[in-house]
């Protein structure tokens, strides 16, 4: 690729530099790891849900001929908590004290809930009068009326929430089938930059593209596996793409060293190994870089935060939310709430919100050092390459962050 690039090519090179990626090998994680995973296979449950017939409400397990004349009273013969073990047969004739997921007795098939009762005084508190009569089922869960033994639970492809573990947790699961993560190194490069909350020195800043960059591979259903942080020496950087292969990554993400200007750590190494280090016609995020080492993919953002964080989501989050079965990013067709000036021969994305009659608004400047209104927006307006003048009133493709 030569010159400026447009965008569209190069996020079809990305693509198909992360290609091989797409063929995932599965594994089996526990259930406390499995939050955020997608499914492999279907999921089928060992046992019947719930397990065995159960009361529904707190109250009394009767037999529904026996509550056919209501009111009427019972003698109570016993009591069934919600705990192990198997009760007594219920005789004809009879009531069981029982307890909300209490095994419902043999022989009993209703439940007569306790605010339908009061104690028969006249029996001497032994007995219960029930007020109403029952039909035979009621507030009696049957076993496997949620699932039958050996059905599916969870189908393949999904993503796991905490109501999909629980359904697992109670088909007696302790491990899932799930897809294995796209396993990322992150190295954000440059000297000036410190570990976030270090006390600041002479020319030295925070280092917000690695905590950024980790937090979005995150997001996109991938896992970290190597971060660094390293000073502007090729050196150092050659040694972190070996920690990183040794780490076991399959992919490296960096920000800074793609300019045109010296100590540019990125472009040194990636260019000696035949990589591509240039210009895409975009603002911000201009400079970027492709190349690979010791079979790593290697991607290359600039290392103004705003635009390493926008390069990351428009050229390797896509593929990387599809290779872990995630939705694509929102895109939406919006109305501007003022107009606005674009740069001729790039694509502007411009940092926006919707105001409160739905419209959209530009928050901030187009600088790519300005990620305070880069947290402060939800959505990037995106400005066609030849466009240079949008009224108030167009519509425009946003994509939601």
Not at 38 to 67: K, W
Not at 156 to 167: D, N, T, V
Not at 340 to 345: H, I, K, Q, T, Y
């Amino acid at each position: 690729m030569a010159g400026r690039v447009p965008v569209d090519e190069h996020a079809a090179f990305v693509r198909s530099m992360l290609a091989g990626l797409g063929a995932r090998p599965t594994e089996r994680v526990a259930l406390a790891d499995a939050l955020g995973r997608i499914t492999a296979s279907p999921v089928e449950s060992p046992i019947a849900l719930p397990p065995f017939r159960n009361s529904q409400m707190d109250g009394f397990a009767v037999r529904a001929v026996d509550v056919a004349d209501a009111p009427v009273s019972l003698p109570i013969v016993g009591e069934v908590a919600a705990a192990a073990g198997r009760p007594a047969p219920l005789e004809p004739g009879t009531a069981v004290r029982i307890m909300t997921g209490a095994q419902v007795p043999e022989g009993a098939d209703a439940v007569v809930p306790v605010e339908d009762t009061v104690p028969d005084g006249a029996a001497g508190g032994t007995h219960a009068r029930v007020l109403r009569s029952r039909r035979k089922g009621e507030y009696v869960r049957e076993a496997g009326s949620d699932l039958a033994a050996g059905a599916d639970v969870l189908p393949p492809g999904l993503k796991l929430a905490s109501r999909h573990l629980a359904a697992a947790a109670a088909s007696g699961l302790t491990e899932l089938h799930v897809r294995e993560r796209v396993r990322v190194a992150v190295v954000s490069t440059g000297s000036e930059l410190v570990p976030p909350g270090s006390e600041l020195g002479p020319g030295e800043i925070p280092d917000a593209n690695g905590v950024a960059l980790a937090a979005a591979v995150r997001a996109a259903g991938a896992v970290v596996v190597h971060e660094a942080r390293v000073r502007d020496e090729v050196g150092r950087l050659r040694d972190e793409l070996d920690a990183a292969h040794v780490a076991g990554a399959e992919l490296v993400v960096t920000s800074g060293g793609v300019s045109m200007g010296a100590y540019e750590v990125v472009r040194e190494t990636l260019e000696l190994l035949g990589g591509w280090v240039g210009s895409v016609a975009m603002q911000p995020g201009g400079p970027q870089a492709i190349g690979a080492y010791r079979g790593m993919p290697v991607i290359g953002f600039p290392g103004n935060p705003v635009s390493a964080q926008l390069s990351f989501e428009l050229f390797v989050a896509p593929t990387l939310r599809k290779i872990a079965g995630l939705p694509p990013a929102r895109t939406e067709r919006l109305e501007l709430a003022d107009s606005l000036a674009s740069v001729p021969g790039k694509r502007q994305f411009l940092r926006g919100r919707r105001s409160d009659d739905g419209r959209v608004e530009v928050v901030g400047g187009p600088g790519s050092h300005l990620v305070a209104t880069l947290a402060a927006s939800e959505l990037l307006i995106v400005v066609p390459e030849d466009v240079t003048h949008l009224d108030a009133g167009a519509l425009v493709d946003t994509v939601f962050l």
